[in-house]
């Protein structure tokens, strides 16, 4: 398959702009290789991008695809003066647009989002990321009335990335609890729970998968074994139907689609949002 | 100050759209609130979220801003003729000349991006966040030489954060471990780093704001001191001067920045990347 190389040049981090250049390029037949050249806040920095992207341009047999999300207007008429790239904007072609229907100037301030490290909305969500490793795995339970939601499900099915992702990418404080075989035998969920119905959310998992997974850690043992897979899965799910706990299978959905399926199914309140 | 309503409506997750359209909005002077609509990915599908988008409308003083990414024409088709928001199309304006960029069609499939679970980029990204926890806080040695990065700083000054995002953005293994009072009685670094030199990178923050984070966890302590602080934050400075280690200041930068910044220093081999 044809290979290209895909460069980002931005004035902040580059990262929602790759992200976006993955999701497009999603679409098309062929490799990537990455390049990102963050940070371009002036005129000389821009200038030492144009010689990054005339430098990989000369290693490469197809020109490179340059995606860039500069704002000052100088920077960037620095940037796309180069003819080494294949050049696409992804900012300016918003803004007139957005100028009109908003009835106001862009600032053109470069990197104001929330990347912002001294917002109210970034140290919120630092908390969060903080109060859900703290609330992994059912490691304690103080202060868990001011999770925003508990995952419940067994062993290695993808409660903690799901959470840590929560926290990190949406501010929501997610904390986790397995559940085990002697909920199982007691036929109840954990007392830890009581009081939290409403802020449950279930993750499922095929235990042909959960197997594998538990394989890479135990190989061999009892825990990995199918067939205890299977008895844990199976208990796990009538113990959620039967507290009318809604679940999703992680088996084929990335962290990203869970906890958007989550935010959808469990009412979680108005975070602060300052762009 | 203007709040807009905006809506993402996406046959995926939408969060990539999501962050885009904020870093598109952060040029405006204007408070929004966002509304996510998810996983549209049929022609009835559609028709749901046109009707989400009246019912925001109808309730909104301005006509909501509508940003979409509908790889499907069909379904793009019946969401772009509702009339009740301004809308943004964020895909389709971009396909078109990538195509002629790269001489071949697109595949018209939605989602085929990062999120997809069942990849090898998407397991590598959920491997590197099992290891980044195990290897949180010096926690274990084991495996250490498997870490793409490890960071060393004083406690509290943004590492843990920083592990988690570099693994779960950019599947990079990373592990933390504190540099404590004993190290700088001792004038040297923990000894379990030895022979990790070439993969190390240093936190540092400015005691003030050390002190009140550390305030926030145990007011009133030694630990939390301002002179305490002053200590351990020039101890540890010091430590990472002598050994040549480069270092980020987290006191008013985010993690993205500081992922952003350490991924330009250290030599981390390429990843697999198969969007």
Same mark, same amino acid.
């Given at each position: 398959?044809?290979?290209?190389?895909?460069?980002?040049?931005?004035?902040?981090?580059?990262?929602?702009?790759?992200?976006?250049?993955?999701?497009?390029?999603?679409?098309?037949?062929? @490799?990537?290789?990455?390049?990102?050249?963050?940070?371009?806040?002036?005129?000389?920095?821009?200038?030492?991008?144009?010689?990054?992207?005339?430098?990989?341009?000369?290693?490469?047999?197809?020109?490179?695809?340059?995606?860039?999300?500069?704002?000052?207007?100088?920077?960037?008429?620095?940037?796309?003066?180069?003819?080494?790239?294949?050049?696409?904007?992804?900012?300016?072609?918003?803004?007139?647009?957005?100028?009109?229907?908003?009835?106001? @100037?862009?600032?053109?301030?470069?990197?104001? %989002?929330?990347?912002?490290?001294?917002?109210?909305?970034?140290?919120?969500?630092?908390?969060?990321?903080?109060?859900?490793?703290?609330?992994?795995?059912?490691?304690?339970?103080?202060?868990?009335?001011?999770?925003?939601?508990?995952?419940?499900?067994?062993?290695?099915?993808?409660?903690?990335?799901?959470?840590?992702? %929560?926290?990190?990418?949406?501010?929501?404080?997610?904390? @986790?609890?397995?559940?085990?075989?002697?909920?199982?035998?007691?036929?109840? %969920?954990?007392?830890?729970?009581?009081?939290?119905?409403?802020?449950?959310?279930?993750?499922?998992?095929?235990?042909?998968?959960?197997?594998?997974?538990?394989?890479?850690?135990?190989?061999?043992?009892?825990?990995?074994?199918?067939? @205890?897979?299977?008895?844990?899965?199976?208990?796990?799910?009538?113990?959620?139907?039967?507290?009318?706990?809604?679940?999703?299978?992680?088996?084929?959905?990335?962290?990203?689609?869970?906890?958007?399926?989550?935010?959808?199914?469990?009412?979680?309140?108005?975070?602060?949002?300052?762009?």
């Amino acid at each position: 398959m044809n290979t290209r190389n895909i460069i980002i040049v931005s004035d902040g981090t580059g990262i929602t702009a790759e992200n976006f250049a993955h999701s497009l390029l999603a679409q098309f037949d062929i @490799n990537i290789k990455d390049h990102r050249v963050p940070f371009i806040d002036s005129v000389d920095k821009a200038h030492i991008a144009v010689q990054k992207i005339k430098d990989i341009a000369a290693n490469s047999t197809n020109r490179p695809i340059v995606f860039t999300t500069l704002v000052n207007s100088e920077i960037n008429a620095v940037v796309h003066a180069c003819d080494a790239g294949y050049f696409i904007d992804l900012f300016t072609i918003f803004v007139s647009p957005l100028e009109a229907e908003l009835g106001m @100037n862009s600032n053109h301030t470069s990197n104001r %989002l929330h990347h912002n490290a001294d917002s109210v909305a970034y140290r919120n969500r630092i908390e969060a990321i903080n109060f859900s490793l703290m609330h992994d795995d059912g490691q304690t339970n103080k202060n868990l009335d001011e999770a925003d939601v508990i995952l419940v499900g067994v062993s290695r099915c993808g409660k903690t990335p799901t959470s840590l992702y %929560l926290a990190m990418q949406h501010g929501i404080k997610a904390a @986790n609890c397995p559940l085990i075989p002697e909920d199982f035998e007691r036929n109840r %969920l954990p007392s830890s729970l009581d009081g939290f119905r409403h802020k449950l959310f279930g993750l499922s998992i095929e235990p042909q998968r959960l197997s594998e997974i538990r394989n890479e850690r135990r190989a061999g043992s009892k825990y990995a074994a199918l067939e @205890n897979c299977r008895y844990e899965v199976n208990e796990a799910e009538k113990l959620m139907k039967r507290h009318g706990i809604s679940w999703a299978s992680s088996t084929h959905k990335s962290i990203e689609e869970i906890a958007t399926t989550i935010l959808q199914e469990i009412n979680i309140p108005d975070k602060e949002h300052v762009i």
